[in-house]
């Protein structure tokens, strides 16, 4: 996919070494079509690393996708250099009145507060009520998957014995969900957190349904019926060397981590991790920008509001 991110960007250099077609902004204005317009909300505080793994997600389909970036006002990030900020990051009051096909929040390392005392927490609802009016759908990755059930469905979640950290066997639910188009009876998912969003609480909303589990990690993927907002508690979009990085920086920080389940060979850190989750994490991600964006959002987005309720493009009730 021809993917339109700013010229400068520090992630261009890295996907043009990997022969992903990236546009600039010359070239894009060329093209006589109307990309998609998708918002990512870094919350994350790799911001630069985290840009690279999803732009490379959104990669893999023909369609054009305008890619913005936003952080939140309320907090101040601590690994993310001012000027790289200032250059390619709004804020939500800046861009507040735009309305998009898509959006995506990441997940945040504060899963062990509680939501209301993350200091960003009041600006991020204030987003997330936004989206119901402004985004056609919005995909939300591991803590804001659970700040987003929280906040739309009142779903808690619970702290976790030991942190789950490593690659998971999982079980499609609905097949004949598109956005799982494609998949095996079995595939992998990295996960990496404290916290979890029990099965038995989601299964007592009806308006969610449940895609995707692990026996070992438990709920992975859900959405609401209309697939305007969907959950994904794992970390399709994560790097090879990933969990490695982050088990040697809680090394380094006298954490004493668990080695991560199934990921290294013979569970030895020396070795190279295997990447078992790739081909399905591309997949996911062309679905969820196919079906659940391209084939449902309405070519003038002034369309979009609270009451609008995309087609299914024939998924099965």
């Known amino acids: 996919m021809p993917i339109k991110i700013p010229d400068n960007l520090p992630a261009k250099k890295i996907l043009t070494k990997e022969h992903i077609f990236v546009l600039d902004e010359q070239m894009a204005i060329r093209q006589d079509i109307r990309p998609l317009r998708i918002l990512i909300l870094n919350l994350m505080p790799t911001k630069i690393v985290t840009e690279t793994q999803l732009l490379r997600m959104l990669s893999n389909t ?60 009041e600006e991020l609802c204030a987003i997330m009520d936004w989206t119901t009016s402004n985004v056609m759908t919005t995909l939300h990755i591991c803590w804001a998957a659970q700040a987003g059930m929280y906040y739309h469905f009142g779903i808690p979640k619970y702290p976790l014995e030991n942190k789950l950290s490593g690659v998971f066997e999982h079980e499609p639910h609905k097949k004949s969900s598109r956005l799982l188009r494609g998949f095996d009876d079995t595939f992998y998912v990295p996960h990496s957190r404290y916290t979890e969003t029990r099965i038995s609480d989601v299964e007592k909303i009806s308006d969610i349904d449940i895609l995707a589990t692990s026996r070992e990690a438990g709920l992975c993927i859900c959405a609401s019926k209309d697939r305007r907002q969907i959950f994904m508690t794992g970390h399709l979009e994560y790097d090879r060397d990933t969990l490695k990085l982050e088990y040697e920086r809680d090394l380094a920080k006298g954490l004493n981590p668990n080695i991560p389940e199934n990921y290294f060979p013979n569970d030895d850190p020396t070795q190279r991790p295997y990447h078992q989750w790739k081909s399905h994490a591309y997949l996911m991600y062309a679905n969820w920008l196919n079906y659940y964006v391209y084939q449902a959002t309405p070519y003038d987005l002034s369309n979009i509001t609270k009451a609008f309720v995309p087609e299914r493009k024939g998924e099965p009730e």
């Open 62 to 121: 023909p369609l054009q996708t305008e890619v913005s970036f936003i952080h939140p006002a309320s907090h101040t990030s601590k690994n993310t250099p001012p000027e790289h900020l200032s250059a390619f990051y709004s804020t939500f009051n800046e861009i507040k009145d735009e309305k998009y096909d898509g959006m995506i929040i990441t997940g945040a390392p504060v899963e062990l507060l509680p939501f209301e005392e993350v200091n960003y927490w």
